[in-house]
């Protein structure tokens, strides 16, 4: 009888990595072969790499772990992090259970299109000119599904609208851009886009009597948007308190919100490396989302209603289940598998409410006691390890700089190879 997820959270932290391994097995989301690759350490052979980049030489391996405690949409899930700095699961599993017991989440995806952009540098007529594309759009669209897009059509996408914008060039004339929107349903749909755009390039000068200059496309795709909500019931009003403040500097003050949004893209960006999925797209087109206004702002926010603390982010974040390397290597595949996810949109709104439970614990650690007590205290490994410390001596070692933390309030390498040395010393003239 398989397990439910419900059940492995209890405990999950405190068990050894090859009992954590079983536990996931009993899930039923692993399978024995799963459990076979990742006890030999993964890929080996270098054929696929060969396939992915050029020049290849080897792999470079992230340790991948799964957070917990996650009640997404009234669904249990464990998600994996592909991800190499200290506290990131721990602090997401935390957080995760804080809200599992006290609130909920709710997610949404807002729109369907990601976009393609068809760039004309000078456009010697903008009236004419859009008069045209106006006037043969319907063509233009049943052509481009019909000739490269079918197989999304035979899903229930393809390319849906084209619109047309006008971007000013400094010297005072006008750039002319086509905006192709498509719904790429399961893929994230890099590859599609851009032959479509390639596609329409002769129609388009054709049509226009205007020189398309380039056909890429956009990262910043305000054309779907995914939007995470965390409500927190009887919230001390203190830490509510504290926490809206935080957020609020965060939407006002630039410096403040690229660590908040660094903070958020913590939860964000392992699961999309763990996943196969452009981390480097996604991060673009948060990024750009965030200065829409002209000024660079927090993707989340955190307002007190009443007794509630209410958080919500708000981004584009596209994301795909099929295709690429979410296909194509096995620990990307697996980890799909292990997400338990039906489509790209449930992937991103699982994304995006991780993301916003990684700010929240991040939020309650900087306005209660501080970022130290809690990161540092997890970096205090890297830091044994660091100092050169063997294992028989990392426990001891750790247990020191642990009091070395809580009466200094800080701890740095110097410190571990101090102790280190003092151990050590002590063992070869214990008296």
């Not at 958080?311 to 296909?327: I, K, N, Q, R, Y």
Request: charged share 25%.
């Amino acid at each position: 009888m398989e397990k439910s997820l419900a059940d492995v959270f209890k405990g999950f932290s405190k068990l050894n990595r090859e009992d954590r391994l079983r536990a996931l097995l009993d899930t039923g989301l692993l399978q024995e072969a799963d459990l076979n690759y990742l006890a030999t350490g993964g890929l080996k052979d270098f054929s696929l790499g060969e396939k992915f980049i050029e020049n290849v030489i080897g792999y470079f391996q992230l340790p991948l772990g799964v957070a917990t405690n996650f009640r997404i949409d009234e669904k249990d899930y464990l998600i994996p992090m592909a991800v190499e700095e200290t506290s990131i699961v721990a602090a997401a599993s935390k957080t995760a259970k804080w809200v599992r017991e006290n609130g909920f989440i709710f997610t949404e995806v807002i729109g369907n299109e990601i976009i393609g952009q068809i760039q004309f540098a000078r456009v010697k007529n903008f009236e004419k000119f859009t008069d045209i594309i106006t006037r043969n759009k319907k063509n233009l669209i049943d052509t481009v599904n019909a000739e490269v897009a079918f197989g999304l059509v035979r899903r229930g996408g393809g390319v849906k609208d084209i619109k047309i914008r006008s971007v000013p060039r400094p010297e005072g004339d006008l750039m002319g851009v086509v905006h192709i929107l498509m719904d790429a349903c399961d893929a994230m749909g890099a590859n599609i886009i851009n032959q479509v755009c390639e596609y329409l390039k002769g129609p388009l000068e054709s049509l226009t009597g205007e020189t398309v200059t380039m056909c890429i496309l956009s990262n910043l795709v305000d054309s779907k948007i995914t939007r995470a909500t965390v409500t927190l019931k009887n919230v001390d009003p203190e830490l509510a308190e504290k926490i809206q403040e935080a957020s609020l500097f965060a939407q006002q003050d630039p410096y403040r919100a690229a660590t908040n949004n660094k903070g958020v893209l913590n939860g964000i960006d392992p699961i999309l490396i763990a996943t196969g999925n452009d981390w480097r797209a996604v991060e673009a087109g948060i990024h750009a989302y965030a200065a829409k206004d002209g000024q660079y702002r927090s993707v989340t926010q955190w307002k007190r209603s009443g007794a509630n603390l209410i958080g919500t982010f708000e981004a584009p974040l596209v994301v795909g289940t099929v295709g690429g390397v979410t296909t194509l290597h096995p620990t990307a595949s697996m980890c799909l598998r292990l997400l338990n996810v039906t489509s790209a949109n449930e992937l991103s709104r699982v994304i995006a409410a991780v993301g916003l439970v990684q700010n929240l614990g991040a939020l309650r650690a900087l306005t209660t006691v501080g970022i130290i007590e809690g990161h540092m205290k997890l970096h205090i490994k890297n830091l044994s390890l660091g100092a050169g410390a063997r294992e028989n001596e990392i426990p001891e070692l750790q247990r020191k700089l642990e009091e070395i933390l809580f009466t200094r309030k800080r701890i740095s390498l110097s410190h571990a190879v101090e102790v280190l040395k003092e151990i050590r010393e002590q063992k070869v003239s214990p008296n």
